[in-house]
């Protein structure tokens, strides 16, 4: 069951050019790693470390820059990973890590 923040991030992006990939409806992920940084992501940003619009805006700006250096066609496309990249540095930009490291 989906708590309202979590309703709110998902279908916040649905058919935006930063939608996560579905299967039949629902969010699909081909890896483990890909559900914990979705979960990581939505978790860190309903705590308040920074906000659910920044982090689209990195992912969106992630994906961007994969595109201005990849053809459209190239398999090496990984949606997750450029959400894992825009994680980290929103991460990285509100000085969570370095609160960890500490």
Same mark, same amino acid.
């Given at each position: ?7 709110? #991030? ?6 935006? @050019?930063? *939608? ?20 990581? *992501?939505? #978790? ?12 689209? =805006?990195?992912?969106? #700006? =992630?994906?961007? *820059?994969? @595109? ?17 990249? #825009?994680? @980290? ?12 490291? =500490?």
């Amino acid at each position: 069951m989906q708590t309202k923040f979590e309703h709110y #991030a998902a279908t916040s992006m649905l058919g935006a @050019e930063d *939608a996560p990939p579905r299967c039949d409806g629902a969010l699909s992920f081909e890896r483990e790693w890909e559900r914990r940084a979705f979960g990581i *992501a939505l #978790a860190l940003s309903k705590d308040g470390h920074f906000e659910w619009e920044e982090f689209r =805006q990195e992912l969106i #700006a =992630q994906i961007g *820059a994969w @595109e201005a250096t990849h053809r459209s066609d190239d398999p090496s496309w990984h949606y997750y990973r450029c959400w894992l990249a #825009a994680l @980290e540095r929103v991460v990285a930009r509100s000085g969570l890590a370095n609160r960890a490291a =500490q």
